[in-house]
């Protein structure tokens, strides 16, 4: 057998061994996960149950990267908080809210410091409730991130939102849910363009775009308009189906608990690249009874056409992926589509789903997938598979420029760039951008490379 015939059939090494201590993790904390899910509610504000610093990183992170205002509130644990219980910083707390931005939901995230000490957060909110005789919904996830990182929090606020606000009252309607992972606003906004597509309307939960990627304003609003409304994430279980983006999503998924309710769901993977957006437009084409817009077979001729354009600068050629667990194994089918290899994929999420969802690729497509992981492990991976590229957030860019490799930023975060919110990832139209990003990438790491230079291809 060849050497080339040997590694084409070589098992996917799993990489899950932790060492003693985690350098620069590639993950975030859950908190962050589960404000940004409230952030795509219509007139919704998140507190965090915790310490003041916990909301003070996470508004000043989320800032960095969507460069626009994003208010997290705090019940502001103290001393004696981690002693006696933080239910009168709780109560507080939601007076404050309630009073300074008149909010139609509130969600309540707990961190590491309220669940370490066991504060029963449902029964508090339900004294409160008690108490106060006020009907605002609150909603509560349990976010720890000594258990699960920023992607588990935000699946499990939208978890959250479902369970508590989505209810199977009332007549079936015309529309499609669609639960995205964490994407850019301008994914969320061409995923509603390509259902409408169908004619029909769509659910987006979480759907952030109008509210982390909006308009300047002549002055401050606590409040920004978007975001998903309170009626259309009641009428969820009524409607047609739940498409669910999130295939390395970790149980409880919310697509789940709607089919539950009545709303079918199909769980796909994010739509990037030709077979994976053929897969989406084909489950909608199914859910309706519409066929393909003109304009979505004209950008699929487009993409095609980008693909044979540019095949010999990309084919062979090798690429590291790091990065949210969804963006990961959905780039990684995107590069065996166009012929480049995916030498490793690595994850600081903490589950085994994109072991999984990687394994039903062709046989020895990744070399090793690394999940739990972090930039110590993933620069070791650079040594062991000598990429020609890196593809993943800016929070890997000292990493490759120690290492002297390219970096096409994507995902999430992105804060050495102005405008990742404006980053198309998927569908036809982001699948070009992308395409024509990782060739120009490579064209021009091998342009710094080369003694002499070229400049005509």
Known sequence: MSCAAAKETAPMVHSSAKPDATVNPCTLCAPLGAALATAGVRGAIPLLHGAQGCATYIRRYLISHFREPMDVASSSFGEAQTVFGGEDNLGRALDNVLAQYHPELVTVATTCLAETIGDDVPLLLNRYRTRTGNALPLVHAATPSYKDGHVEGFHAMVYALVKGLACNQGAPSRAVN?????????????????????????????????????????????????????????????????????????????????????????????????????VMIESLSELTGAGRPAWLVGERGRLLDAYADGHKYVFGASVGLYGDPEFVAALAGFLLEIGARPVFCATGARNRALPEALASLPAGSVDEVLDDTDFESIGAACERHKPDLLMGSSKGYRLAHALGIPLLRVGFPIHDRLGAGRILHVGYRGTTRLFDELVNALLQGRQDASPVGFSYL
């Open 178 to 278: 669609l639960l995205p992972p964490l994407v850019s606003p301008a994914d969320l906004r061409h995923l509603r363009e390509i259902v409408a597509g169908f004619d029909v309307a769509a659910i987006v939960l979480p759907d952030y775009a109008d509210r982390l990627d909006g308009v300047i304003l002549d002055r401050y609003r606590a409040l920004p308009d978007g975001g998903t409304r309170l009626v259309d994430i009641a009428s969820m279980p009524r409607a047609l189906a739940s498409i669910d983006l999130t295939l390395t999503g970790r149980a409880p998924r919310a697509s789940k608990l709607l089919a539950e309710r009545g709303a079918p769901a199909r769980v796909l993977g994010l739509p990037i690249g030709v077979r994976a957006t053929d």
